[in-house]
C-alpha cells in the first residue's frame, strides 16, 4: 500500500514570495491533516479535513495560509505571503478512522 | 487546553541500556495516548498507543502504560539497538482525531 505523497519535499523561498505544497494521501483515507512543525517542537495541526469539507481550522493563521482538498482526494497549503517565521516543516497525514494517523515524509520549507 | 510535557533531550545512551523517556498530559475528558517516532530522514510513524486508564501499550519491544492518576505515560524500553536512534514524540487525542504533541526527545544510542 502507498503511503502518503508530498510534494515538494525541500523549498527555500524570501520572504513575501508565495509558495504552495502538496499532499496525496492513502486512498481510500478520507480524512486529511496538515500539520507545522517548528524545529525543536512538535507537530502542530494547522487543519483538517473530512472529505472536501474543513473540520478544524482553528490554528491556520487565514490571513497568509489557505488549504483546499478538492474532490476528497488531495490537497494543497499555500502560504501567501510567506514571513520568516513560516520556516518549519509541512507534515501531511491521512486517517481511514480515529486516532491511526498516518504521515507523510514532510516538506522542509525555508524562507530567507 | 490540552498539553503534552516530554522530558528534554538529547538522551544519549550505550547499546542495551534501560530506556525511559517521561511524559505527562494535560487534557479534559479522557484522552487517547500515543508515542510516535521519526528516523532520521522519515516521516513520523505510530509506535503504540493506549486509549484508556491502565490500558499497556507495546511495539518493537517499547512499552507505555496509561496512568490516570499522575496522568503519565512513559514510554520504556529494556535494551536499546542503535537502530533506536530517533527523535520521540507524547501525543494525546481529546477531540475526534485531533493529535496534540509534545515537542520530542531526541534518543542517541551508541555501539
Known amino acids: 500500500e502507498a503511503g502518503v505523497a508530498q510534494s515538494p519535499r525541500y523549498k527555500i523561498i524570501e520572504k513575501r514570495q508565495s509558495v504552495a505544497f502538496w499532499c496525496n494521501p492513502i486512498?481510500?483515507?478520507?480524512?486529511l491533516y496538515w500539520y507545522q512543525q517548528i524545529l525543536g517542537q512538535g507537530p502542530k495541526l494547522l487543519i483538517q479535513?473530512?472529505?472536501?469539507?474543513?473540520?478544524?481550522d482553528s490554528q491556520l493563521p487565514k490571513d497568509r495560509f489557505s488549504a483546499e482538498r478538492l474532490k476528497g482526494v488531495d490537497s494543497t497549503l499555500k502560504i501567501q505571503p510567506a514571513k520568516l517565521e513560516d520556516s518549519a516543516v509541512y507534515l501531511c497525514?491521512?486517517?481511514?478512522?480515529?486516532?491511526?494517523?498516518?504521515f507523510g515524509p514532510g516538506t522542509r520549507l525555508t524562507v530567507t | 487546553g490540552d498539553s503534552v510535557t516530554q522530558m528534554e533531550g538529547p538522551v544519549t545512551l550505550s547499546e542495551e541500556a534501560f530506556l525511559t523517556i517521561n511524559c505527562t498530559y494535560t487534557?479534559?475528558?479522557?484522552?487517547?495516548l500515543f508515542w510516535y517516532v521519526q528516523y532520521p530522514g522519515e516521516g513520523l510513524q505510530l509506535l503504540l498507543k493506549?486509549?484508556?486508564?491502565?490500558d499497556k501499550g507495546s511495539n518493537k519491544g517499547f512499552e507505555a502504560t496509561y496512568r490516570k492518576e499522575t496522568t503519565s505515560f512513559h514510554l520504556e524500553k529494556g535494551s536499546v539497538q542503535v537502530s533506536d536512534s530517533a527523535v520521540y514524540f507524547c501525543?494525546?487525542?481529546?477531540?475526534?482525531?485531533?493529535?496534540?504533541f509534545g515537542a520530542g526527545t531526541i534518543l542517541r544510542v551508541k555501539s
Open positions: 497525514a491521512s486517517s481511514p478512522r480515529s486516532y491511526e494517523q498516518y
Open positions: 501525543a494525546l487525542s481529546s477531540y475526534g482525531n485531533k493529535l496534540v
Open positions: 486512498s481510500g483515507h478520507a480524512t
Open positions: 479535513f473530512q472529505n472536501n469539507g474543513v473540520v478544524d
Open positions: 493506549a486509549t484508556k486508564a491502565d
Open positions: 487534557a479534559t475528558g479522557y484522552p487517547s
